[in-house]
């Protein structure tokens, strides 16, 4: 699968369209990546992804894109509000899970490998993560659950679990107004209700690293990104809550 692709620009390929697929396939990787046997069934999935009824542009895999439920994990699809499908493994277990690029004031290479050491340390004491692990300790009532989902990320925010400006870097200020906590199991609520605040587990990680190339510079002079600087890379989960809400619907 992988010598069909067609090398549109630096780390962007295009997957052509074959037999069934409505739409070409896109991915977004390096040339280090193409060398692995990883992409195989991946690439398989977006292919499948993009057979689906009303999918518009592309059917995309990212550079994280590995083997999912029936969408690849790190694919990304838009379809037409009106002949398109919803697809409840596009979404996946981790229902809202995030990423998030934090960038370090100081050069990567001004940390020794002790700092790093230590901050990554301190990062582990202070962020949860891990099956169970949270920093909500009390159970949560059901106007608890109610006011948590009218108010969404302020919710955390207000009880000292993140800050006010994180709101600007999220879809929507962290909130959807079309939420509903009565489509949400009880069963559910009680799995998530000790694990809010956390990492997560799985794949869900904190990484500390350096901006080591730009393939957009357009885009990183507007992100204010060079080479040389630190970043964190947060990817959280939805925990409990969000893989119970998935099975309540898949089922």
Same mark, same amino acid.
């Given at each position: 699968?992988?010598?069909?692709?067609?090398?549109?620009?630096?780390?962007?390929?295009?997957?052509?369209?074959?037999?069934?697929?409505?739409?070409?396939?896109?991915?977004?990787?390096?040339?280090?990546?193409?060398?692995?046997?990883?992409?195989?069934?991946?690439?398989?999935?977006?292919?499948?992804?993009?057979?689906?009824?009303?999918?518009?542009?592309?059917?995309?895999?990212?550079?994280?894109?590995? @083997?999912?439920?029936?969408?690849?994990?790190?694919?990304?699809?838009?379809?037409?509000?009106?002949?398109?499908?919803?697809?409840?493994?596009?979404?996946?277990?981790?229902?809202?899970?995030?990423?998030?690029?934090?960038?370090?004031?100081?050069?990567?290479?001004?940390?020794?490998?002790?700092?790093?050491?230590?901050?990554?340390?301190?990062?582990?004491?202070?962020?949860?993560?891990?099956?169970?692990?949270?920093?909500?300790?009390?159970?949560?009532?059901?106007?608890?659950?109610?006011?948590?989902?009218?108010?969404?990320?302020? @919710?955390?925010?207000?009880?000292?679990?993140?800050?006010?400006?994180?709101?600007?870097?999220?879809?929507?200020?962290?909130?959807?107004?079309?939420?509903?906590?009565?489509?949400?199991?009880?069963?559910?609520?009680?799995?998530?209700?000790?694990?809010?605040?956390?990492?997560?587990?799985?794949?869900?990680?904190?990484?500390?690293?350096?901006?080591?190339?730009?393939?957009?510079?357009?885009?990183?002079?507007? @992100?204010?990104?060079?080479?040389?600087?630190?970043?964190?890379?947060?990817?959280?989960?939805?925990?409990?809550?969000?893989?119970?809400?998935?099975?309540?619907?898949?089922?």
């Amino acid at each position: 699968m992988i010598s069909k692709l067609q090398k549109l620009q630096p780390a962007i390929y295009l997957i052509p369209k074959e037999e069934l697929m409505r739409v070409p396939g896109l991915l977004v990787a390096s040339e280090s990546q193409l060398q692995t046997e990883t992409l195989d069934k991946p690439l398989e999935q977006v292919r499948n992804v993009a057979c689906l009824q009303g999918i518009i542009g592309y059917s995309i895999a990212m550079p994280d894109v590995h @083997w999912g439920y029936g969408f690849p994990i790190g694919g990304v699809a838009a379809m037409d509000a009106k002949t398109g499908v919803i697809s409840p493994g596009g979404v996946g277990y981790d229902i809202n899970c995030g990423v998030r690029l934090a960038i370090v004031p100081i050069p990567f290479q001004d940390l020794s490998p002790s700092v790093r050491h230590s901050l990554l340390t301190r990062i582990f004491q202070l962020v949860p993560s891990g099956t169970g692990q949270g920093h909500h300790h009390a159970s949560l009532s059901n106007k608890d659950y109610e006011d948590l989902v009218a108010q969404g990320a302020s @919710w955390s925010i207000e009880r000292g679990m993140g800050y006010a400006e994180d709101l600007e870097s999220m879809e929507n200020q962290g909130c959807l107004e079309e939420a509903d906590i009565r489509s949400v199991s009880e069963h559910a609520k009680r799995r998530g209700e000790r694990q809010l605040g956390s990492i997560g587990s799985g794949n869900h990680f904190v990484e500390i690293g350096e901006i080591q190339e730009i393939y957009l510079p357009q885009i990183a002079a507007n @992100w204010k990104l060079h080479t040389g600087q630190t970043y964190i890379l947060i990817h959280s989960g939805s925990r409990g809550f969000g893989h119970q809400i998935c099975q309540d619907f898949l089922d």
